[in-house]
C-alpha cells in the first residue's frame, strides 16, 4: 500500500442501531461516565485532604514559630 492510500482511506458509515443495541450502548456509555465522574470525585477529594494536611502543618509551624 502507498502512503496516500491508508491516509485518505474512506471511513465507513455506521448502520443505524436497533432500539435494543441502542439502549446497551447508552447503558455502556453511562457505565464509563460514572466511573469517570468517580474517579474525579475521589481525586478532588484526595486533593482536598492534601490541602487540609498542608494548611494545618503550616499552621503549625507559624504558632511555633511565633512562641519561641
Known amino acids: 500500500m502507498r502512503i496516500y492510500e491508508l491516509v485518505l482511506k474512506p471511513i ?15 447503558l455502556k456509555n453511562a457505565v464509563d461516565r460514572d466511573k469517570q465522574q468517580l474517579r474525579t ?9 492534601e490541602q487540609e494536611r498542608r494548611r494545618k502543618q503550616q ?3 507559624s504558632t511555633s514559630a511565633s512562641t519561641v
Open 12 to 26: 465507513k458509515p455506521c448502520p443505524p442501531l436497533t432500539p435494543a443495541q441502542a439502549r446497551i450502548q447508552g
Open 59 to 61: 499552621q503549625a509551624r
Open 41 to 49: 470525585e475521589r481525586e478532588r477529594q484526595r486533593q482536598q485532604r
